[in-house]
């Protein structure tokens, strides 16, 4: 009989362990825009097989999720990690994590109103951010960019031979700095990160983060560098507009994506 109490004593003790360290269950309907927002991003050719998405749990503000180090149009359920503010992963069973998963612990880290998160490469915004050349909202659907682009530049925190991923805690610090209360940051020499309050939100910013940079490009030529941009004011009464309108371009541009 002794025996037997102190084998139940064990599997009890053994049993509140791995409750203590096992991750916490978010909900399913935010692992489902997780999923979709990746294949939404692969779609809309924000996201290659390169670049990551990623969003503060739901009911643990100190953790977040991200998929495994994967190409995003892949992404499933099964492949959604959890970690910590500190990026390193909850029940991780040998998964392999995205390098550059510090970009997400420590924006979150200082702004408790982000609750999501994309990296991209997204190819007509790279330019932006080498050319001295500032990212302005051009039409509506860009005016939550109104509020000014700010430029990370990596040489100044990491030295000037790094391989520009932001690898580590200390970079990761750094591009939450320079982003500080923005919504849109850009890397230069390698791509930009973008912020929201949602899920549907970042994907929103970051899509016409990308068709903004394009028309502003092609603006800048057909005009020989004069452009009439939208003001403060235009670009706040359009952010506000937008922000109600979200669920539009986000049902389309999932049913497309997965339907694929």
Do not use: C
Not at 36 to 62: C, E, M, T, W, Y
Not at 110 to 115: A, D, I, K, M, S
Not at 200 to 220: I, W
């Amino acid at each position: 009989m002794l025996r037997n109490l102190v084998t139940e004593l064990i599997g009890v003790l053994a049993t509140g362990s791995a409750a203590a360290t096992s991750p916490r269950s978010a909900g399913s309907e935010l692992i489902d825009d997780l999923v979709a927002a990746n294949r939404i991003l692969a779609d809309q050719g924000v996201l290659d097989g390169f670049g990551h998405v990623s969003a503060r749990h739901d009911k643990d503000p100190d953790r977040f999720l991200l998929a495994r180090s994967m190409a995003p149009a892949l992404v499933t359920a099964g492949d959604i990690m959890e970690f910590d503010l500190d990026s390193n992963a909850i029940a991780g069973r040998g998964r392999t994590a995205y390098l550059e998963r510090f970009i997400h612990g420590e924006i979150y880290r200082v702004n408790p109103n982000v609750l999501a998160i994309v990296h991209s490469h997204s190819p007509a915004v790279i330019p932006f951010g080498v050319v001295g050349v500032p990212l302005r909202p051009i039409f509506h659907l860009g005016g939550f960019l109104g509020g000014g682009v700010p430029v990370f530049e990596i040489r100044d925190n990491g030295g000037p031979a790094t391989d520009m991923l932001i690898r580590n805690p200390a970079l990761g610090a750094a591009l939450a700095k320079s982003l500080g209360a923005a919504p849109v940051a850009l890397m230069r020499g390698h791509g930009n990160v973008v912020v929201g309050r949602s899920i549907r939100e970042a994907v929103f910013r970051a899509v016409y983060t990308e068709v903004n940079a394009r028309l502003q490009s092609e603006a800048l030529r057909l005009g020989q560098g004069q452009v009439v941009f939208l003001n403060e004011d235009e670009a706040h009464a359009a952010a506000e507009t937008n922000s109600g309108q979200i669920g539009r371009p986000w049902e389309l541009w999932k049913a497309k994506a997965l339907a694929r």
